[in-house]
Each structure stands twice: as structure tokens, then as C-alpha cells.
């Protein structure tokens, strides 16, 4: 497993913009291909709120297309948030942010006609995104304030607009794919960790591999 990376806040620096993307496939299910009714074991959304990665045990072992109208994505959605990663996209995430996703193997299954259209590659995982970083910088962006938690807290969220979100750049050792570790200020914390992030680089290694897959959707940008 990835290490998890636990870093204090620090003023993010002005001489450069910092080059982060918020990782979003283009397509999911219900665009260019369709999925039969498929789910992830009951409770695995609470490791999310806890920053843990997801046992591998919790992600289903098939998934079959009931319907397709052109060739399936390397990169894609079949939930929000719950990726799926072809053997080609794997070895480019492999090479460039080694040890920072695991890959939980899916067999994919379709009727002969929409198998064919689908053109499946060798092999599917879903991604298990290891990476963890503090990056977040929450005093220079607006953030959701939650109730008042029951030991006190004062409990903050990302709010959608991620033109406003602020990061300082990474540091040597951090991952390229990550989710931003809960920071803590006095009674305050600040979760960011339900959106994955990318590195500028790593995010322009997979739009170049696997073109009008991903969203640009870079951070702190309009």
C-alpha cells in the first residue's frame, strides 16, 4: 500500500500556479454503454469518511453490458467516483504513479453483439485510489460548513466549485494520484477526501494515451 502522507498545512507558493485536475471520466453508465444491475458490498462507503482505502473485497467480481453503441472506454465510470481501469490504462497509471492505485481485477461479460461493438481489451480493474496527501489549502478557499458534530467539532466540507479550490504544490514524495488527507486547525476539520486528485503531469500522461476520456476539469481554473 501506498503510505499515507500526513503533511501540515503550509502557504502555498505565488511564483508558479499550482497544476491539479480533478480526475472525472467522461463516460459512465448509461452514455455509451449500458450495465445490468451491479453493486459494491454493503458498507464500503464507510471507509471513504475514514480516508481509508476501500478492501478489495467490497468491489464486485463481474460486470456485464446489456447494451453498447461504440467501443468501451480504457478509462471509465460505472458509478460516480467508482472507476475502471483496461490492462492499457493500467500500465500507464503503473508506470507513472507506481504503488499509489490498486487494481481489484473485474471480469467484464456482454452477448456476442454488444461484445463486439465493445471490443473488450485483455483485462478490467477497478482503481483503488492509495495516494494520500494534505494539499488542500483551506484558509485561502470558501468551504460548506456542516452542523456542530456531537463532540464539538466544527466540521467543513469542498464546496462543487472547483474553480475556488487552492492547493500549494507538492512536495517531493507525494503521490501524482491522490485523495487530500482531513486537516485539522484547532476545533476545526476540513474533508476533502471524496474527490481524487492528479498531478498535471499524470493527468496529461492518460489524456494523451487515452484521448476525450477525461474531463479537464483543472483546479483553481475557470
Not at 22 to 41: E, H
Not at 189 to 204: F, M, P
Amino acid at each position: 500500500m501506498f503510505p499515507l502522507l500526513a503533511f501540515g498545512f503550509q502557504a502555498s507558493k505565488r511564483d508558479a500556479p499550482v497544476m491539479v485536475y480533478k480526475f472525472d471520466p467522461k463516460y459512465f453508465n448509461g452514455t455509451i454503454f449500458s450495465l445490468k444491475a451491479w453493486d459494491m458490498a454493503e458498507g464500503w462507503m464507510e471507509f471513504v469518511p475514514q480516508n481509508l482505502p476501500i478492501p478489495a473485497s467490497y468491489f464486485p467480481k463481474s460486470l456485464t453490458f446489456d447494451r453498447a453503441s461504440a467501443k468501451l472506454p480504457d478509462i471509465f465510470h460505472t458509478a460516480r467516483n467508482i472507476i475502471v481501469f483496461s490492462e492499457r490504462a493500467r500500465v500507464v497509471m503503473e508506470h507513472w504513479a507506481p504503488g499509489q492505485v490498486e487494481f481489484v481485477s473485474v471480469a467484464c461479460h456482454a452477448e456476442p453483439k454488444t461484445a463486439a461493438t465493445l471490443d473488450f481489451a485483455t483485462a478490467y480493474y477497478f482503481i483503488n485510489v492509495l495516494g494520500r496527501a494534505q494539499r488542500l489549502q483551506w484558509r485561502e478557499m470558501p468551504a460548506h460548513k456542516f452542523p456542530l458534530q456531537d463532540d464539538g467539532t466544527e466540521l467543513f466540507g469542498m464546496l462543487p466549485d472547483f474553480a475556488n479550490w487552492k492547493l500549494r504544490e507538492r512536495a517531493t514524495g507525494e503521490p501524482l494520484i491522490w485523495r487530500d488527507t482531513p486537516w485539522r486547525d484547532g476545533n476545526k476539520e476540513y474533508r476533502g477526501q471524496n474527490e481524487v486528485l492528479l498531478e498535471d503531469v499524470l493527468w496529461r500522461e492518460l489524456d494523451a494515451n487515452f484521448p476525450d476520456q477525461l474531463h479537464a476539469l483543472r483546479v483553481g481554473e475557470d
